[in-house]
């Protein structure tokens, strides 16, 4: 299969040259949306998500037929540190879960009549342990990149990127502080469980690795290469493409939030096609969708991962979708409006 991107400076390339949302069709949105049967504005928040849908997927009813979450599983070679209440294998474990249809994901996904993917990237090949080394080389994270990047169809009306990885709460903070600044103590939480002297030694951890790594943290790409994983090198791939595609995008908690936002870094206008289907119990997450301007849809104190938390706000579009779509207007109901 033919790779998108030959190398990081192609990756750099297409992260400068994005499609900008359809105009018209956002108009075409809001101009209908003045005509149905409700008080301007009634629907408030989902109409806004009726717009956003309608410019990216570039009609003026958007529809949600056609639903793919792609979950990305990666295993990180800091976990040999301590830093989750739950050993390497269960990234494992739970892939096969995910392909017996046996994780929360499948029952949210068979609800919203959603497809489902799952890449296990090298599970057997954890990434360095990068409080002392870069967590991947240069072709390792590209080749994670691709495989997000060719998971997006192209035919989606919506894309749910999740991701599963032992770990990665303390990847996910690492990158969010080497993004946006701050010490580790401002991005970690406790992600599986850990607390007290376990929780301090997560900190401990991301200090050293932004210690470690300071001089090449200017640089996003560098970053995820330095302090990622292959499963949120893999998101930022599934995002960036999503973007080249015109697919929108509904992101999940803080590992996929702190993955999307290499692309801000990139481009300030790189995550105009997401939404944030929740926001996590994990704190940073809070942190970072305020650096990304992106208000969540749904704050249920949720730190599952998997793609959970989006999958339950895809409800929220099917609704606002539904209303837009299938409302009648003032005309065709006989209904006076507003004087």
Known sequence: MTQPFRDFAA??????????????MMAAARERDLQLTKPTGALARLEDCVFHLAAWQRRAIPRLDNIHIAIF?????????????????????????????????NQLARLHGATLSVAALELNRPTEDF??????????????????????????????????????????????AALYGGNAASWVGPGTGVNGDALASKIGVVDAALGFHAAWLGDPLEALRRVGGRELAALFGAVLMARLKSVPVLLDGFVVG????????????????????????????????????????????????EGAGAAVAIGLLKAAVACHAGMATFAEASVSQRG
Do not use: W
Not at 12 to 23: F, H, I, Q, V
Not at 134 to 139: G, K, L, S
Not at 284 to 290: I, K, P, S, T, Y
């Open 73 to 105: 599983a990666g295993n990180h070679g800091v976990a040999a540190r301590g830093v989750s209440a739950y050993p390497a294998e269960v990234t494992v474990q739970m892939v096969a879960n995910f392909e017996r249809g046996g994780a929360a994901i």
């Open 258 to 305: 702190a993955a999307a936002a290499v692309l801000a870094r990139l481009n300030p206008t790189g995550l105009e096609h997401c939404l944030a289907g929740h926001v996590s119990a994990e704190p940073g997450h809070r942190r970072l969708l305020a650096e990304l301007g992106k208000p969540a849809l749904l704050d249920l104190g949720m730190r599952l991962g």
């Open 11 to 24: 990756v750099r390339a297409a992260a400068l040259t994005l499609l900008a949302p359809d105009a018209d």
């Open 131 to 176: 409080s002392v080394a870069a967590a991947m080389t240069e072709a390792d994270c590209l080749a994670a990149i691709n495989a997000g990047a060719t998971a997006v169809p192209s035919s989606c009306d919506l894309l749910v990127p999740g991701e599963m990885g032992i770990g990665n709460t303390t990847t996910a903070a690492a990158l969010a």
